[in-house]
């Protein structure tokens, strides 16, 4: 029997939910199940306004059009972050500027942001990487002291918090994901929080093609015309019926994700701050020799555990279209070649948990 490294959590209603929403006819954007999805998002992050989304990366984008970037701006972000965090800003000719990670969360290293700042520089976009905060104290006074955008790629972070605060609720923007490998998930999905109230309006004209289609459905206008470029971001109702399941079942999903990580945690003594939302979890094997050999020892024992990241500023994509800040990307390297994930979904039993333990500790 594999133990595979993913498999997304089915909530008890989400069958019914979706029979509804085929059955009302309602299957487009902003729906009945939008709504409900939409509020409980922001009971979750206590974002004020929350736009559901085809996806994290589309989330992203959206931000991206939000700021207005231009080619030749710059966005500082991390190296140690999945593609769409640098793909978003790029496709608007920004320039996305890479710094480095903290060796001990592998979030962006808040004592090294100050020095990528340019005359050109926009944003900082920060990822929570496992939904570890960042050090959002630094980075926030950072950006207020150069007038930054902060954005909060918060893929990871549903749940989890910063000095009792939700993540998702410190920048300007925030996203979300709800693909199939996140804690709360509908196949494909994702959020754009937003904090600004200034951006709220142009955010849903951009999410609608372009349009105040969403005004003209509030009875706010009475046609709905081209006002601003956009595109085609909204989440079928379909699909945000099955996230209202997910959301409602949020304690459970979280309960069982916390026992398999506090499982992993005391056989391995390795852990996170008090705060995260136990999405994923990672060991950091001495050299890349060791990390492809425990995979591949995991693997003969039915065991799917994989690695990350490759790091951006020094991909083929990040070179030609990024630039990477004063002194490098050391620890993201180093970190990306060693580290691996084990299998952390909600429907692991404790048998499983204990298979897993016992593998790593089996030498190969
Ligand atoms: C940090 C981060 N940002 C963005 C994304 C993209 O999410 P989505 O698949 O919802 O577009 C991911 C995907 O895992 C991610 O890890």
């Known amino acids: ?38 509020a409980l998002v ?12 085809t996806s994290c990366t589309h989330a992203l984008e959206l931000c991206a059009l939000l700021l207005d970037l231009k080619p030749g701006d710059e966005v500082i ?11 978003a800003f790029a496709l608007r000719g920004a320039v996305p500027v890479f710094v480095d990670c903290r060796p001990d969360t592998l979030n962006l290293d808040e004592n090294l942001v100050e020095a990528a700042v340019t005359p050109r520089t926009r944003a900082i976009v920060v990822v929570h990487y496992a939904g570890v905060a960042c050090a959002m104290d630094t980075i926030l006074a950072v950006a207020g002291r150069y007038g930054l955008a902060v954005v909060e790629d918060n893929a990871h972070g549903l749940g989890g918090s910063y000095r009792g605060r939700p993540l998702g609720s410190f920048g300007a923007l925030a996203t979300q994901s709800f693909h199939a490998t996140k804690n709360v998930s509908c196949g494909e999905g994702g959020a754009l929080l937003i904090n600004d109230p200034s951006l709220v309006e142009r955010a849903e004209i951009i999410r609608e093609k372009g349009t105040d ?3 003209f459905f509030r009875g706010q206008v009475d046609k709905y015309r081209w006002m601003d470029i956009g595109s085609s971001y909204l989440l079928s109702d379909l699909l945000a019926a099955a996230l209202t399941a997910q959301l409602e079942a949020f304690g459970e999903i979280q309960r069982a ?8 945690a005391a056989a391995f003594g390795f852990s996170m701050p008090p705060g995260h939302p136990a999405h994923l979890y990672y060991l950091l094997m001495p050299d890349l020799a060791a990390r492809q050999e425990l995979i591949a020892h995991l693997r003969g024992r039915g065991v799917q555990a994989t690695f990350h990241y490759q790091p951006l500023h020094d991909a083929p994509a990040g070179e030609r279209l990024g630039r990477t800040g004063p002194g490098g990307c050391p620890v993201t390297s180093d970190v990306a070649d060693r580290l691996v994930r084990l299998p952390l979904w909600a429907g692991l039993t404790p048998s499983d948990v204990d298979r897993v333990i016992s593998s790593v500790a089996v030498p190969a």
């Open 213 to 215: 289609r969403s005004r």
């Open 257 to 264: 994700r916390h026992e398999v990580f506090d499982a992993y």
């Open 42 to 53: 922001e009971s979750l992050t206590g974002a004020a306004h929350a736009l559901l989304t």
């Open 1 to 38: 029997m594999q133990i595979p490294f993913n498999r997304p959590y089915r909530a008890p209603r989400e069958l019914d939910y979706l029979a509804e929403a085929a059955a009302s006819g309602h299957t487009s954007g902003d729906g009945p199940f939008t709504r409900r999805a939409t």
């Open 77 to 87: 972000m991390p190296s140690f972050t999945f593609v769409s965090t640098a793909n």
